[in-house]
DNA sequence: GTAGCATGGTAAG
DNA sequence: TTACCCTGCTACG
C-alpha cells in the first residue's frame, strides 16, 4: 500500500542488501517460476525506482519489474519457511525479500524499461524538472486532486500526499487546474517534494507542520494508522488542526479526498 | 472468525 | 464505471 516513498525506500533496502552479491531466486507461490529460474544465482546490478515503479536490475537483458498496486506488498526478513503467496523471493541466504499480492511482476529488458519511464511525469523524489508537467496541470481544466494522482504528469504521488499538500496550500481539490496560478502549482511541486523527501527517510508520511503539532496546540499526541500525522486524509467528520472546521470528504476519480472547506475554499480567479 | 476497506492501476464492459 | 488482484489491517461480533 505505497507511495513512491516506500518504493524508493525498497530500492535502496535492495542495494544495500543485495548488490554483488550471488542470489537465490525464487517464485514460492509458482506465478513467477519461469523467469525466477532464468535469474537464479544472478548478481543484483542496481535497484531503481521512479514513481510506484521498482526496477531491479540483473543485467539490461534480465530486469525485474514490479508496481505492487494498491495490495502488493515487498518485505524484507531473516531467510526463513515463506509464508502464504510468495510470488517472488530474492536471498542472499541469510536474508530474504518476499513479495506478494503485487500488480505486476515482470521480467522484461532495458527497453521495455525505457517506455515505462516514457510513461511517467517527473518524481519529486528524483530532482525532475517539473515544468512540463506544472505547464500542462495549468492548461488542465481537470481537477487539480485529479491532476495530482496521474502518475504521467507527477510520479509517485499518491492520494495521503496528494491530499496533505492541496491542504498545505490552501487548495481545493476539485479546483480545475488552469484555474491555478504558476506560484499555486509550483508551490504544489515544491511541497509533495518536501513532504516525499521528509517520508523517505524516515518512512513515515508526516505532513503537519511544527506549530500545528500536538503538543503545540495542547492536543495528545496521535499516530494515524499510516504511520505519521496528517491534516485531514482520513480525518473526515473531524475538526481541522488549524481551524477547527469539520473535515469534508469525497470522491474525486473513485478515490476518497478530504480537505476543510475554510483552508481551501474553493474560488474563481482567472490564471496568470 | 470474518466482513470490509485501502497509500493503485489495468482491463473488461 | 466496475471487477479484479488476493495482502494486511481494523472493526465488529
Not at 521480467?107 to 511517467?120: C, F, G, K, P, S
Not at 527517510?201 to 499526541?221: C, F, L, Q
Amino acid at each position: 500500500m505505497p507511495e513512491g516513498h516506500v518504493i524508493h525506500r525498497i530500492a535502496r533496502k535492495f542495494q544495500a542488501t543485495f548488490r554483488n552479491a550471488p542470489l537465490a531466486v525464487s517464485s514460492p507461490q509458482g506465478r513467477f517460476h519461469r523467469e525466477a529460474a532464468l535469474l537464479d544465482g544472478a548478481h543484483l546490478e542496481r535497484a531503481e525506482a521512479f514513481g510506484k515503479h521498482l526496477f531491479l536490475v540483473f543485467d539490461d537483458s534480465a530486469i525485474v519489474h514490479i508496481h505492487l498496486g494498491l495490495i502488493g506488498s515487498l518485505r524484507f526478513a531473516p531467510l526463513a519457511e515463506p509464508r502464504g503467496q510468495v510470488r517472488l523471493r530474492v536471498s542472499n541466504g541469510k536474508e530474504a525479500a518476499d513479495l506478494r499480492g503485487p500488480q505486476r511482476c515482470r521480467l522484461i529488458d532495458a527497453q521495455e524499461r525505457e517506455r515505462v519511464i516514457d510513461t511517467l511525469g517527473p518524481d519529486p523524489l528524483r530532482d525532475d524538472d517539473p515544468a512540463a508537467a506544472l505547464a500542462a496541470a495549468g492548461r488542465s481544466r481537470r481537477a487539480i486532486g485529479s491532476l495530482l494522482m496521474d502518475q504521467s504528469l507527477f510520479a509517485g504521488v499518491g492520494s495521503i500526499y496528494r491530499t496533505e499538500s492541496l491542504f498545505r496550500r490552501g487548495i481545493n481539490p476539485r479546483q480545475p487546474g488552469n484555474q491555478l496560478s504558476v506560484d499555486e502549482r509550483r508551490g504544489l511541486w515544491d511541497d509533495l517534494v518536501e513532504n516525499m523527501r521528509r517520508g523517505l527517510e524516515t518512512g513515515r508520511i508526516d505532513t503537519v507542520r511544527p506549530e500545528h503539532t500536538p503538543e503545540a496546540m495542547g492536543r495528545e499526541p496521535r499516530v494515524d494508522e499510516h504511520g505519521g500525522e496528517v491534516y485531514v486524509y482520513r480525518r473526515a467528520g473531524m475538526p481541522c488542526l488549524v481551524c477547527g472546521e469539520r473535515v469534508r470528504e469525497g470522491a474525486i476519480d473513485g478515490r476518497k479526498a478530504f480537505w476543510c472547506p475554510r483552508c481551501q475554499p474553493m474560488r474563481g480567479r482567472t490564471p496568470r
